[in-house]
């Protein structure tokens, strides 16, 4: 496995450092989010529901959630504009985003073109998570955002808790077995869940968009270039506890890091490889609710994945590890864990520099099951969940992989 080594940096990437690091410390809200010190103080009625789904002609309902380390997760629960669909809603679909995202990704396009406007309009009960530190969850029992303990977490306390969390209000309050569908990040924390029997033996099935396990053949050029100078390590170091780019100055990151170093005039494709399908002329409005805040620990995890090829817990060094997990190197999650019983279907893109194909090989070669696969080839990570072809070129499949395990399990 190769190792990412880094090369002592230039006086233009220590200035590129601090640069960065003082726009990510100025926490400064901006395209439509509010300046509001602590999360708690948010009323459920100027939630997700208010803002975008509703407005669309939905039914909608907040509802949430305390996780077991005192995080207050924020649910939205959507039905179908057609009243009769109301009355005997279907199974229940809960909606998992990725990295800097959050529930308002699965509603950003049209009705005709959302999956989770779709998920709803063809009768399923559909559920929105989101997860802590985002604008549509509610911040911390005891903790404010200003306190850097708020973000301290990585994927894997997003896994074990909010995910763990999440499906079990789901279950007891529709007393049904649940399906889940992930995207990215999403994928990673289903997958981390899914080890643990408490949490697979509420799930019916999965569905994974741009599954990822694994990292370490991604390709995208501009995460590449972050993890060889090891800039999640240096924010860290210097503090920096949140990552927020919801300012004009989170543009300003961007650009000098591509200044001099990449070719960014297509700053997306740089990131996610390059996207075939999704609405150009709407980017304006997905920029009102994307991107959302997540925690330096969690980059830095990430990091740790693409430079080690593991699909493990945070690496805390040798002696932190010892007191945190009993063991000097912290425990792969083990995919075999995931029971062979339980159905899995996956879409993946040939333009996807994020969950590359190799790293999904890995992934399919641990899981005992055989995963039912759809490959796009002009595809890229975005166009999952933002294509204008999404419902013919993916959604209608995974409701006819939902509608197959329902039917199976009915007899």
Aim: charged letters at 20%; a negative charge; proline letters at 4%.
């Amino acid at each position: 496995m190769e190792k990412f080594v880094g090369t002592a940096p230039s006086t233009a990437t220590i200035s590129l450092i601090l640069t960065l690091l003082f726009f990510t410390s100025a926490v400064t809200a901006a395209v439509n989010i509010p300046d509001e010190s602590n999360l708690r103080r948010r009323s459920a009625d100027k939630g997700l529901c208010a803002h975008l789904i509703e407005p669309s002609g939905y039914p909608c309902t907040e509802h949430s959630v305390e996780t077991n380390d005192g995080y207050v997760l924020g649910l939205q629960r959507v039905s179908s504009r057609n009243v009769g669909l109301r009355t005997e809603l279907g199974s229940p679909v809960l909606l998992q985003h990725g990295l800097f995202m959050a529930g308002d990704a699965w509603f950003l396009d049209t009705s005709e073109q959302s999956l989770g406007f779709i998920l709803a309009d063809h009768g399923f009960d559909v559920w929105v998570g989101n997860v802590r530190g985002t604008r549509w969850s509610y911040g911390h029992k005891s903790l404010s955002e200003k306190d850097k303990e708020f973000w301290d977490w990585s994927w894997q306390e997003l896994a074990l808790y909010d995910l763990t969390a999440m499906i079990d209000h789901v279950y007891s309050t529709t007393r049904s077995k649940i399906l889940i569908v992930g995207h990215s990040q999403g994928t990673i924390m289903s997958l981390a869940a899914l080890t643990q029997p408490k949490i697979s033996d509420l799930v019916e099935a999965a569905a994974f968009l741009c599954p990822i396990s694994f990292l370490a053949h991604i390709s995208a050029p501009l995460v590449l270039r972050m993890v060889h100078m090891h800039i999640d390590q240096m924010i860290m170091a210097m503090g920096i506890h949140q990552l927020n780019f919801r300012s004009e100055r989170g543009i300003h990151i961007l650009d000098s890091l591509c200044d001099g170093h990449l070719e960014c005039n297509n700053l997306l494709t740089s990131i996610t490889g390059k996207n075939c399908c999704f609405n150009n002329s709407r980017v304006n409005f997905y920029l009102e609710y994307e991107p959302h805040p997540s925690s330096s620990k969690n980059l830095n995890h990430l990091f740790q994945m693409i430079r080690k090829g593991t699909f493990a817990m945070y690496d805390y060094g040798t002696l932190k590890n010892l007191r945190e997990y009993g063991q000097f190197k912290p425990p792969a999650f083990d995919l075999g864990q995931i029971p062979k019983s339980l159905p899995i279907w996956m879409a993946y893109g040939g333009n996807d520099a994020l969950a590359d194909f190799i790293d999904m090989q890995q992934t399919l070669k641990e899981l005992q099951s055989e995963p039912e696969l759809l490959y796009l080839e002009n595809y890229g990570h975005m166009d999952f969940i933002l294509s204008v072809n999404g419902k013919e070129d993916i959604y209608d499949n995974i409701m006819r992989f939902f509608r197959s395990m329902r039917q199976s399990s009915s007899f």
